[in-house]
Nanobody
Framework: QVQLVESGGGLVTAGGSLRLSCAAS????????MGWFRQVPGKEREFLAA????????RYADSVKGRFTISRDNAKNTVFLRMNGLKPEDTAVYYC?????????????????WGQGTQVTVSS
């Protein structure tokens, strides 16, 4: 059983940056593909980025490609999401997720473990 705890959210003005962290415990972190998602009330949870177990491969949603960067530190059991050029439409609750797998997944349904989320608010 893997526990995930996100941090780093907050209020930022448009054009600003944030770095989200997701600390994992209770499992072998390097066995897990990690993903970042976000959700706005009344909408489906949206895929943002995912990273392979070693960190050598990544995938991004078109909406964040070039602005967001996912990375991981397996020694610290942590995955990060660096967000640059934030826009008001990036306002959402951001979640990290884990899946024990050999390949990257972009669909939320396949992820087994989720954090509690961290709020990101971007003001105009």
């Amino acid at each position: 059983q893997v526990q995930l705890v996100e941090s780093g959210g907050g209020l930022v003005t448009a054009g600003g940056s944030l770095r989200l962290s997701c600390a994992a415990s209770g499992g072998f972190f390097s066995r897990y593909v990690m993903g970042w998602f976000r959700q706005v009330p009344g909408k489906e949870r949206e895929f943002l980025a995912a990273i392979s177990r070693s960190g050598s491969n990544t995938r991004y949603a078109d909406s964040v490609k070039g602005r967001f960067t996912i990375s991981r530190d397996n020694a610290k059991n942590t995955v990060f999401l660096r967000m640059n050029g934030l826009k008001p439409e990036d306002t959402a609750v951001y979640y990290c997720a884990a899946k024990e797998a050999l390949v990257i997944f972009t669909t939320k349904e396949v992820y087994d473990y989720w954090g509690q989320g961290t709020q990101v608010t971007v003001s105009s």
